[in-house]
């Protein structure tokens, strides 16, 4: 009965051991996740609304938004912005991003993913994934994905493309509408580029 009990014990921690999903691995399942249904749907990247729609289920549900607006903005707008503005902040950097993210895979044809060695310490809350989008028509390109550690599992809060974060990219972008009226400001300009994007959608 005691080996009994032990096993089942031993049984439960291996399950939940490996059900944690490592950073490297959340990076292939999303980019398989994305890539998949373009494979087997060469139309969907003609269609906009669908690509809004596949990269906000496959995509956004593994990024942390709002470790992701907090440092595009910058800590003193983040720490000066009420609750509300955040939450308004958050939604209309989602839609930003969103369109963004699925004008660029909406490029795909048959680009190859290259996954670099991924290398991390066991008790690590921070992780990078680098990988290089190969085009035989084109230079490769490198994208790397930035992780953390959180109550949900590895999510992503940055990526580099070619060296160049998009959270100062953004931040970069955004900067004379924060100077001008701080984050309140910067959800009106986004919200106005939502608007006109969505409109040209439809």
């Known amino acids: ?14 399950a939940s051991v490996s059900a944690e999903t490592s950073p490297d691995v959340v990076v292939r399942q999303m980019v398989d996740d994305v890539l998949t ?16 729609e596949l990269v906000d289920a496959r995509v956004f549900a593994r990024i942390d938004l709002e470790r992701l607006s907090k440092l595009t ?6 720490k000066e912005a009420t609750p509300e503005e955040r939450t308004q902040l958050m939604g209309e950097y989602h839609r930003f991003l969103l369109h963004a993210f699925s004008d660029v895979i909406a490029q795909y044809t048959d680009q190859t993913i290259l996954y ?20 035989p028509r084109d230079e490769s390109t490198e994208l790397d994905y930035k992780l ?9 809060y940055d990526v ?14 955004f900067s004379d509408a924060l100077s001008e009226g701080g984050v309140n400001r910067l959800i009106g300009m986004l919200h106005e580029k ?5 409109a040209s959608r439809k």
């Open 37 to 52: 249904p373009l494979r087997q749907d060469t139309g969907m990247t003609r269609d906009l609304q669908r690509m809004d």
């Open 1 to 14: 009965m005691l080996g009994r009990m032990l096993f089942l014990v031993f049984f439960l921690f291996s």
């Open 73 to 78: 903005v910058g800590r003193k707008n983040w």
């Open 194 to 198: 939502n608007l006109k994007v969505e």
């Open 160 to 173: 580099d493309i070619d060296n160049m974060s998009v959270i100062r990219i953004y931040h970069s972008n």
């Open 148 to 156: 953390e550690k959180t109550d949900q599992g590895w999510l992503i």
């Open 116 to 135: 670099l060695p991924f290398r991390m310490q066991p008790d690590a809350r921070d992780a990078e994934v680098k990988t290089v989008v190969m085009d």
